[in-house]
């Protein structure tokens, strides 16, 4: 193994440690739902308000973000900002206040919210082209890890130590001695100096260039469509106690599987494009199987077995991993000079609309007593979505992009 693939490892091993404790941390109240709402004696709408407190900010911060990059370079962004990161969870491990939480939650927004897009520069500048979307995939799947560890952890760390702080308390420790192995080990680029991208004009006008690029807008309704899917996952633990009648340690079992599902899906959907050449039909076909798993979801009853919830639940996780390839189509339907800002424009939107989204859909569980007719709405946009993408979704595998 010559010495650059060596570096390209050890820079991705270490980005990959991150974004496995960032997707902890932002699954987190997600996990804790149940726990929150009783500990803190707030209604759905609140605990979806406290949820939305990362995710909103961290869309926001997508917009300035693929600026960062290119201003700080990948190495700067990742380290100042994981250290930003590392504030907001230990805010939130000793916080007992909803105010507190939610001021962590904000922070944590902020902090993670650039680590993702740097995080892929790094990938497309490291990889070769025939393994980016490999990479991608695998990247990608630490999500999935992060989420499996916090949806089964919390309720294990609860029947283990009586709390879910314990738990925290170790990402925490993790995250601190990951940001020194960021510190050492991440360099921007192979090349000496790094590539530097030149924005034309103002920052501002490099958004406007952006936005106008009719190129990118089949990209960008397809990844908020998709996005709009995790308003569901967000509720997972409070919607299978509620609406499927399982415990929190059921639940939390059911959950967690979809993350390993859902991890197991990116590389096998980043690997299956890069084998079949193909980016279109793995995304149509893929976003069709998760519709009709849903369908299967709202109409199974309550009292069930596990097993049963289970196999639905992670069959729909994994299906629905057709958004880990909408980073990869960005830098083929798009110059380089762009695509930074088109995945940050991109990303922004989609957590905008579905934090957004997120209290309004426990607000509607709260006014309507029951999760049917929110999630009946969640599958009409996967529907939707599913529809559009299959009438304007064009290939873009293998292009190579000028201005």
């Given amino acids: 193994m010559d010495k650059q693939r060596r570096v390209a490892l050890s820079i991705f091993v270490t980005i990959c440690v991150t974004y496995f404790v960032e997707n902890f941390l932002r699954t987190t109240a997600s996990a804790l739902t149940p726990i929150l709402i009783q500990e803190l004696g707030i209604t759905r709408g609140a605990m979806g308000l406290l949820i939305t407190g990362y995710f909103l900010v961290y869309g926001v911060m997508q917009f300035p973000a693929g600026a960062l990059t290119d201003i700080l370079g990948p190495r700067r962004s990742i380290i100042w900002f994981t250290a930003l990161t590392i504030l907001g969870c230990a805010l939130f491990w000793l916080s007992y206040r909803y105010e507190l939480l939610f001021a962590a939650q904000f922070i944590m927004g902020v902090g993670t919210s650039v680590f993702y897009l740097n995080a892929l520069t790094l990938v497309t500048r490291w990889f070769p082209p025939n393994r980016k979307a490999t990479a991608v995939g695998i990247l990608s799947a630490t999500t999935g890890i992060g989420a499996f560890t916090s949806y089964l952890g919390f309720p294990l760390s609860i029947e283990i130590w009586g709390s879910w702080r314990p738990l925290y308390l170790g990402m925490l420790v993790i995250l601190a001695v990951n940001w020194l192995m960021n510190y050492t080990f991440i360099k921007d680029s192979p090349l000496d100096p790094p590539p530097k991208v030149k924005l034309r004009g103002s920052i501002i006008e490099a958004y406007k260039q952006t936005l106008r690029d009719r190129r990118l807008y089949p990209l960008f309704f397809g990844y908020i469509m998709v996005g709009l899917n995790f308003i569901l996952f967000q509720w997972a633990n409070q919607y299978l106690i509620e ?36 980016r279109r039909l793995p995304v149509i076909v893929f976003l069709g199987v998760y519709t009709a798993l849903l369908v299967c979801m709202i109409m199974l ?103």
């Fill in 301 to 403: 009853p309550g009292g069930f077995p596990v097993v049963i919830y289970a196999l639905v639940w992670g069959s729909m996780c994994l299906s629905n991993s057709t958004w880990v390839l909408f980073p990869s189509m960005v830098g083929e339907v798009v110059p380089q000079q762009k695509a930074n800002m088109g995945f940050g424009v991109m990303n922004g939107l989609m957590m905008i609309i579905s934090s957004i989204s997120t209290p309004i859909y426990g607000s509607l569980v709260d006014a309507t007593g029951s999760f049917l007719i929110p999630t009946i709405i969640s599958l009409g946009f996967s529907v939707f979505s599913f529809i559009v993408l299959s009438i304007f979704l064009r290939e873009s595998y293998g292009n190579v992009v000028k201005e």
């Fill in 243 to 278: 609406a499927k009648q399982l415990t929190y340690v059921q639940s939390g079992m059911v959950t967690s599987l979809g993350t390993v599902t859902g991890f197991l899906g990116c590389i096998a959907l980043g690997a299956l494009s890069d084998r079949l050449k193909q």
